[in-house]
């Protein structure tokens, strides 16, 4: 194939990305009164709930501890989402993925990069919050695209390989949601995982959202610079998954009709 119809395909399949982001996006706050505003004030009531919960109540003894969980709570939100609309993308669109020409690998990308958006949306009340518990933007904090790039390869692996896997077993969109309520007590989000029993130091270790919502709160928080090492094995893992999942997802894609 030619270097000319290569690019052609590329340019082509970034339009659609762009064009069903948007129809997406769109589509997602239609017929509601406060439209978008809806992607922060989901997370926001989220934070209000734990905030009264392990802090007014229990009382956890964590520093600004209303920005801490709505870091936490922010970041998972677009991990979730995104792995929700991934794995039933393909099942739920046979329609669009039928159609002649159409790059069906846009459609774990058009999911994932929604929920980055929800994600940027929210991310400005971050600061706010932050800034009124005290909190002064730092320089480190030019050092988050870095961070927002790695979550993002991360999901885009996980979600082709949901998206191909839930096509030939639709069981995967249910064991979804339990497993990914099971990784929401399991990150620390609420809670700081370094008080956690030792024994549980190798599975929080294992789990990358941990180093991922860790690097969050060290730049945004604490104004300091994350383990940059742990965030590196994260995303060689992740790009290596990507890899993986993208593979996985164009193998089982030359029978996604047969099965839909």
């Known amino acids: 194939m030619s270097r000319g119809s ?19 996006f769109k589509s997602r ?24 919960v392990f802090k ?4 956890l003894q964590i520093e600004r501890y209303a920005s801490y969980i709505f870091i936490g709570i922010v970041a998972w939100t ?3 989402g995104a792995l929700g609309d991934s794995v039933i993308g ?9 159609q002649p020409g159409f790059p069906v690998f846009a459609v774990p990308i058009v999911s994932v990069t929604t929920a980055l958006i929800n994600f940027l949306t929210a991310l400005p009340i971050v600061l706010v919050v932050l800034l009124f518990e005290g909190a002064r933007p730092h320089l480190i904090w ?3 695209p870095l961070l927002v790039f790695i979550q993002y390869v991360l999901t885009l692996g996980l979600s082709y390989l949901l998206a191909a896997l839930n096509v030939h077993l639709r069981d995967t969109q249910y064991i979804l949601p339990a497993v990914l309520q099971i990784g929401y007590f399991m990150s620390p989000i609420f809670y700081d995982a370094s008080r956690a029993p030792k024994q549980f130091a190798l599975l929080f270790n294992l789990n990358p959202m941990v180093h991922i919502l860790g690097g969050y709160r060290d730049i945004l928080l ?18 290596a998954l990507l890899w993986v999942g993208h593979a996985f997802f164009r193998r089982a894609s030359y029978r996604f009709l047969e099965e839909l």
């Open 6 to 24: 290569e690019r052609g395909r590329l340019a082509h399949a970034l339009d659609v990305v762009r064009v069903l982001v948007g129809r997406e």
């Open 29 to 52: 706050y239609r017929k509601t009164s406060l439209g978008v505003a809806w992607s922060v004030l989901s997370p926001l009531l989220f934070l209000m709930t734990f905030y009264l």
């Open 56 to 59: 007014v109540v229990i009382d």
């Open 78 to 80: 677009w991990f979730q």
């Open 90 to 98: 393909i099942s739920s669109n046979p329609g669009l993925v039928s």
């Open 142 to 144: 030019l050092t988050l």
């Open 222 to 239: 604490r104004g300091a610079a994350p383990n940059w090492g742990a965030l590196g094995v994260v995303f060689v893992c992740s790009a």
